[in-house]
């Protein structure tokens, strides 16, 4: 394509975490769990408050994406406070630092769970903290909502997904580039679940509809060198590189892509994993020109996202841009909200039992839940990156996508969850 407009005290539910890690991406995660050995919650419902928990890295490598997260709960929150709270309750919010290690988020997860008595969890980016957390949530019946895109092929009753899932965001994106002529790509991701699954799902994709992969490498999450990779992705002279990346990663891959003078005009970057946040701590100049995929920008024009944005940037800040994982964030906390009193209930089998077709006003547009996968319809949108450091819309889906976590509607995706 040329000239393109274009994510110690280990308890026992961490330690299997750290197995499920391991293991193969396509099963249902509920399969795994020992639901009939659920410990008794320990939520008290009974005063004016009710207690949730706020899970994110706000150290190590991920921070640079996840506290805006944080953020964003914390703004829901005092929303839904303000606003007279849920049944009747005030929702008091437990904060924990991930610290971009999936076995402290398992850790963590345990924490609030059993000790902090919250009603669900907010929080997780990396597939790999998610499924470090699974076990978690599953063994102990509490809810997790999880608000970033990710590779799809898992559903759990005990994980509520407000990201999208592969067919909301990278298939859209897969038929863009398509639809604009590439015929080849090279993959760039970070060493973890996402990216290689990710990938594993564009390589059948690219099978199918005729495109080649020049070229495939991965790098740790946090690597900072990326002179090699960048030296292969210009000497394979693909048409586009697809880029699963993840946190301040993106900015060392980015500064070095325009110092060997690679363009987006030569050879465009579509990215999964870099939103507004990103942009600003990778320097707009670096990036302008580039695409993203994602379900939502600050630049979204409908009356919600402009009432969130204001008030987003009222709260923390007129420099602070709004993001896709932040805003499903905070979309995640209103539907919680909005399926506790559907249910009239804060207790976790109410929940399951009521979220089918509860739907939010959400600042991307509305989102509705599907019981039977836990996903939310999204609309994909694919934007490029400008010199203001802000994502603008070239095109999307006209309408909200039905999440199809398992690409059961993809003919070339057959026996894809079983690899």
Known sequence: MR?????????????AALGLVLTACGSKASDTASGDSAAASCVDASGDTIKVGSLNSLSGTMAISEVTVRDSIALAVEQINNAGGVLGKKIQVIGEDGASEPT???EKAEKLISSD?????????????RKAMLPVFEDRNALLYYPVQYEGLEDSKNIFYTGATTNQQIIPALDYLKEKGVRSLYLVGSDYV???TANRIIKAYAAANGIEIKGEDYTPLGSTDFSTIVNKVRAAGADAVFNTLNGDSNVAFFREYKNVGLTPQQMPVVSVSIAEEEVGGIGAANVEGQLTAWNYYQTVDTPENATFVEAYKAKYGQNKPTSDPMEAAYTSVYLWKNTVEKANSFAVPDIQAAADGVSYAAPEGTVTIDGSNHHVTKTARIGEIRGDGLIYTIWDSGHPIVPDPYLTTYPWATGMAKQ
Do not use: E, H, Y
Request: some cysteine; overall charge positive; hydrophobic content about 55%.
């Open 3 to 15: 000239n393109l407009s274009k994510r110690s005290l280990v308890a026992p539910a961490a330690v």
């Open 104 to 106: 402290v988020f398992a």
């Open 117 to 129: 008595c919250v009603a669900a969890v907010f929080g997780g980016w990396t597939s790999s903290s």
């Open 194 to 196: 996402f990216p290689q």
